[in-house]
């Protein structure tokens, strides 16, 4: 009798092929959950610079380019207008205060010294024609005021003699009463000629105070003119070097037209052009310094020119001492311009990872230099070789600091030799 055989359920075949696939399920379940699903990318090592972090002392500068500018400029304006005729000063020449640098001509301002001469002529002579005539009418009423005192004194006589007879009864009273009116009346007159005399005195003297007021006002006023004349003459107003003229020979020159300029060389500044960016953290008396042929030579900022354009604002520094004797208007200079006080700290070597990533992460090298892995890191001042770094490294790490072009979305680099 036949038996009956049972197939098997788990052959070596199954078990095997079962086993794979729990593997695999597996090991892509533990990929899932585990696994590294960073973006990577290959680099290679040659095209990129890897620096290590380290603890030193960082210096708060910045490095500006300045150019040396005169310690003071002079501009030269004409204050009258008129035609070119003369220029005796050539640019670039040495002058002193006071030199002519050149002569104009304005014939409509020697017509109105001219008017205005004849205007003061007439008018003094006005003064001495009233001084005449008040001298005269003086010597007038003198001589009248001397003839009523003689009759008066000769009437007043006569009255008197007839009031001692009429009150005698030798004369009559028609004739008493004619030589007293007499009196009266010359009396009455000799008041009036005196009050007459004070009037016309006081009348003179207020004409006369007027136009000695207007005579003045007109010597003034020539002066004015005189000296308006004398600016025709343009000149230095300082010693220094006549930079340039502005000027030919001929030329018409309106009032106020700039003629040249002159560069006080008593000593000289450097201005420079600084990135916005340093604007709340420049002020006056910072220090700086630049090297020439071999020599450092001190500075200080005195000016800062606030405006800020192309993203760049302005300042004058000048020299603290003493100044290069072979310098040059116009010579340009890297200033080292300190803006704090220098302090120990975690620094960064400068690089180009700064433009793609604001100083808010960089790649760190593992230990085997095979991978750089992405980092959050904080980053403080900066000078023209190192950052500050805040949070994120420590010394002994080592960052790629080379620039991130296409790196913004990468994780991890993959270092290739």
Same mark, same amino acid.
């Given at each position: 009798?036949?038996?009956?055989?049972?197939?098997?359920?788990?052959?070596?075949?199954?078990?095997?092929?079962?086993?794979?696939?729990?593997?695999?399920?597996?090991?892509?379940?533990? /990929?899932?959950?585990?696994?590294?699903?960073?973006?990577?990318?290959?680099?290679?090592?040659?095209?990129?610079?890897?620096?290590?972090?380290?603890?030193?002392?960082?210096?708060?500068?910045?490095?500006?380019?300045?150019?040396?500018?005169?310690?003071?400029?002079?501009?030269?304006?004409?204050?009258?207008?008129?035609?070119?005729?003369?220029?005796?000063?050539?640019?670039?020449?040495?002058?002193?205060?006071? /030199?002519?640098?050149?002569?104009?001509?304005?014939?409509?301002?020697?017509?109105?010294?001219?008017?205005?001469?004849?205007?003061?002529?007439?008018?003094?002579?006005?003064?001495? /024609?009233?001084?005449?005539?008040?001298?005269?009418?003086?010597?007038?009423?003198?001589?009248?005021?001397?003839?009523?005192?003689?009759?008066?004194?000769?009437?007043?006589?006569?009255?008197?003699?007839?009031?001692?007879?009429?009150?005698?009864?030798?004369?009559?009273?028609?004739?008493?009463?004619?030589?007293?009116?007499?009196?009266?009346?010359?009396?009455?007159?000799?008041?009036?000629?005196?009050?007459?005399?004070?009037?016309?005195?006081?009348?003179?003297?207020?004409?006369?105070?007027?136009?000695?007021?207007?005579?003045?006002?007109?010597?003034?006023?020539?002066?004015?003119?005189?000296?308006?004349?004398?600016?025709?003459?343009?000149?230095?107003?300082?010693?220094?070097?006549?930079?340039?003229?502005?000027?030919?020979?001929?030329?018409?020159?309106?009032?106020?037209?700039?003629?040249?300029?002159?560069?006080?060389?008593?000593?000289?500044?450097?201005?420079?052009?600084?990135?916005?960016?340093?604007?709340?953290?420049?002020?006056?008396?910072?220090?700086?310094?630049?090297?020439?042929?071999?020599?450092?030579?001190?500075? /200080?900022?005195?000016?800062?020119?606030?405006?800020?354009?192309?993203?760049?604002?302005?300042?004058?520094?000048?020299?603290?001492?003493?100044?290069?004797?072979?310098?040059?208007?116009?010579?340009?200079?890297?200033?080292?311009?300190?803006?704090?006080?220098?302090?120990?700290?975690?620094?960064?070597?400068?690089?180009?990872?700064?433009?793609?990533?604001?100083?808010?992460?960089?790649?760190?090298?593992?230990?085997?230099?095979?991978?750089?892995?992405?980092?959050?890191?904080?980053?403080?001042?900066?000078?023209?070789?190192?950052?500050?770094?805040?949070?994120?490294?420590?010394?002994?790490?080592?960052?790629?600091?080379?620039?991130?072009?296409?790196?913004?979305?990468?994780?991890?680099?993959?270092?290739?030799?």
């Amino acid at each position: 009798m036949d038996k009956k055989i049972e197939k098997k359920k788990w052959t070596i075949k199954k078990i095997i092929w079962f086993s794979f696939i729990g593997i695999f399920a597996f090991l892509v379940l533990y /990929n899932l959950i585990f696994g590294d699903r960073s973006s990577k990318l290959n680099v290679q090592k040659e095209r990129i610079t890897i620096e290590k972090v380290k603890k030193g002392i960082f210096q708060d500068y910045i490095s500006v380019t300045g150019t040396v500018l005169p310690i003071k400029t002079i501009y030269l304006d004409a204050i009258e207008g008129g035609r070119v005729e003369e220029i005796l000063i050539e640019s670039g020449t040495r002058v002193e205060e006071g /030199n002519i640098i050149l002569r104009l001509s304005n014939t409509n301002l020697h017509l109105s010294i001219m008017n205005r001469e004849a205007g003061l002529a007439e008018q003094m002579n006005n003064l001495r /024609n009233t001084h005449l005539s008040m001298e005269q009418t003086k010597l007038d009423l003198k001589k009248q005021l001397l003839e009523i005192n003689f009759l008066l004194t000769k009437y007043e006589r006569d009255y008197l003699n007839k009031k001692s007879l009429f009150e005698k009864d030798f004369i009559s009273e028609e004739d008493f009463l004619t030589s007293k009116e007499q009196f009266v009346y010359f009396s009455n007159k000799k008041d009036l000629l005196i009050e007459t005399q004070k009037q016309d005195s006081l009348f003179r003297n207020v004409q006369i105070e007027q136009l000695e007021e207007s005579v003045n006002r007109m010597q003034e006023n020539l002066q004015l003119v005189r000296m308006k004349l004398e600016n025709l003459n343009v000149r230095a107003s300082v010693s220094g070097q006549l930079a340039y003229v502005n000027a030919e020979v001929g030329e018409a020159i309106g009032q106020g037209q700039r003629l040249g300029q002159i560069n006080v060389l008593d000593s000289y500044k450097i201005r420079a052009d600084i990135d916005e960016h340093y604007i709340s953290r420049v002020t006056t008396e910072l220090l700086g310094e630049f090297e020439f042929s071999n020599t450092n030579y001190g500075l /200080n900022v005195k000016k800062i020119f606030p405006e800020v354009n192309n993203g760049r604002f302005s300042i004058d520094l000048e020299f603290n001492e003493n100044f290069p004797e072979n310098i040059r208007i116009g010579q340009t200079f890297r200033v080292k311009l300190e803006l704090g006080e220098s302090k120990e700290c975690t620094l960064i070597p400068r690089g180009g990872f700064y433009q793609a990533t604001g100083g808010q992460w960089i790649f760190v090298v593992d230990r085997t230099e095979e991978t750089a892995v992405k980092k959050d890191i904080r980053l403080g001042r900066q000078n023209p070789k190192y950052y500050e770094v805040l949070e994120g490294l420590n010394p002994g790490d080592k960052v790629i600091i080379s620039n991130y072009d296409n790196y913004e979305r990468i994780d991890k680099l993959v270092l290739k030799d």
